[in-house]
């Protein structure tokens, strides 16, 4: 079965220090993987993906993610935050094949704060 | 941009009440899934519907929850009879063709049995 696990349920970083997001995955199967951004009151959106390909994915926003086979791992970073990139970023993973490939197994969230 | 929306943003009921939290998926998109988060917790899947029939559901979706496309816009997921711990955000989400389309998802609805 799938899972996502995302270490730390809460980072605070300064305005312009690098923000790094730690997610970790397990899947049988390739997988694909997702950040999506949730800001207060809001939806989902989301803010980048990795299929196949080139494992440094770039998204929105000036954030970025590197799928690591090896690890397992499948962390989001941004060299400089702003403010208003306070928000809960939640990993998620779906495995692409087989008839429940479209299900999206989300991670607990990880809620972002910046400092100024 | 295209995008899902959800009506009605937020919705207060009595328990035992049925609701129905309504979604308009965007246009072209195919396949349609609900997923929920209650206060705190992650988004967890509830169901997913292609060609007009469930594709997989949770465990969460048991009898008391179901799904329909009453017409070529709306999707909606009803609740028969809301249990307090019903109360969270419900989230439609939907997508195009092909294995590798991005699920889009639509605001929420804020749903919560007094």
């Known amino acids: 079965a799938q899972s996502v696990t995302q270490l730390g349920s809460h980072v605070s970083v300064s305005e312009g220090a690098l923000v790094l997001l730690r997610c970790n995955y397990s899947?049988?199967?390739?997988?694909?993987l997702f950040w999506y951004v949730q800001y207060p009151n809001q939806g989902l959106q989301l803010l980048l993906k990795y299929t196949t390909g080139a494992t440094l994915v770039k998204g929105i926003n000036g954030f970025e993610a590197e799928f690591k086979k090896r690890e397992t791992s499948f962390h989001l970073t941004k060299p400089s935050p702003h403010m208003s990139d306070a928000a809960e970023y939640f990993c998620?993973?779906?495995?692409?094949?087989?008839?429940?490939?479209?299900?999206?197994?989300f991670g607990p969230g990880t809620s972002l704060s910046v400092i100024p | 941009e295209p995008e899902v929306t959800q009506t009605p943003s937020h919705q207060v009921t009595q328990m035992g009440q049925e609701v129905i939290l309504r979604c308009v998926p965007i246009s072209n998109h195919l396949y349609f899934y609900w997923y929920r988060q209650i206060l705190g917790q992650k988004v967890e899947f509830l169901v997913s519907f292609y060609n007009n029939e469930i594709s997989e559901k949770s465990e969460i979706f048991d009898d008391q929850f179901s799904v329909e496309r009453p017409d070529g816009s709306n999707f909606t997921l009803k609740i028969r009879s809301t249990k307090l711990e019903d109360s969270a955000m419900y989230f439609c989400?939907?997508?195009?063709?092909?294995?590798?389309?991005?699920?889009?998802f639509g605001p929420g609805t804020r749903l919560t049995v007094l």
């Open positions: 899947s049988s199967v390739p997988p694909y």
């Open positions: 989400a939907s997508r195009s063709t092909g294995t590798a389309d991005t699920q889009y």
């Open positions: 998620a993973v779906s495995d692409g094949v087989g008839a429940s490939y479209d299900k999206v197994i």
